[in-house]
């Protein structure tokens, strides 16, 4: 029974595991046209049965979802540090950084080669979502660049508008 749990941490290994991770977590179950439905049954038993709130979902709308609110943040990371350090002096750059860059870029701490495997296994969805990203950058760009500050800060609002009702969802 193909499944997804959405929870986890930069860190990997035993050490970093916690016993609450799937504790509230959102858990997809995928199944296909051969899933017997008893057997996706007793998955989505086990994982209620560690606290998740275990969710259905249909493959390829799940590969779009995840590319757009799980992968493509994990890849903005990295290209940000990428950007950072290919900058000139990049590396002295990082030491004036400050929780914000932290903050955004902690999932690049993840494991790359996990992370490889991801984005080349989900491939169209994760670029269809990078194309959506470098639309939104360019609309900011563009703002800046026309010197617009309503168009700057509508967006910026609306932004944060859209993080605020994220970071209040149970």
């Keep these: 029974v193909a499944s ?3 929870a986890g941490k930069e860190q990997a ?10 504790h509230g977590a959102n858990w997809i179950l995928t199944p296909g046209p051969q899933t017997r439905p008893d057997a996706a049954e007793k998955v989505a038993a086990l994982w ?3 606290g998740a709130r275990v969710r259905r979902m249909d493959a390829a709308w799940h ?3 995840f590319a757009t609110v799980s992968h493509l943040p994990h890849l903005v990371a990295y290209a940000l540090m990428d950007g950072v350090l290919a900058t000139e002096r990049g590396g002295e750059r990082l030491r004036f950084s400050a929780g914000g860059l932290r903050d955004f870029t902690r999932v690049a701490g993840s494991d790359p080669v996990m992370w490889r495997d991801i984005f080349l296994m989900n491939r169209e969805p994760v670029l269809r979502a990078l194309a959506g990203y470098q639309d939104a950058l360019e609309r900011l ?3 800046i660049r026309d010197g617009d500050g309503a168009a700057l ?3 910026l609002l609306q932004a944060r508008v859209a993080r ?3 970071a209040n969802r149970s």
């Design 153 to 155: 800060e509508a967006r």
């Design 48 to 50: 209620a049965a560690v």
């Design 164 to 166: 605020e009702e994220l």
């Design 13 to 22: 290994g035993p050490a970093a595991a916690r016993a609450d991770l799937f």
């Design 63 to 65: 590969d779009e979802v």
């Design 4 to 6: 997804h749990p959405i």
């Design 141 to 143: 760009a563009a703002a």
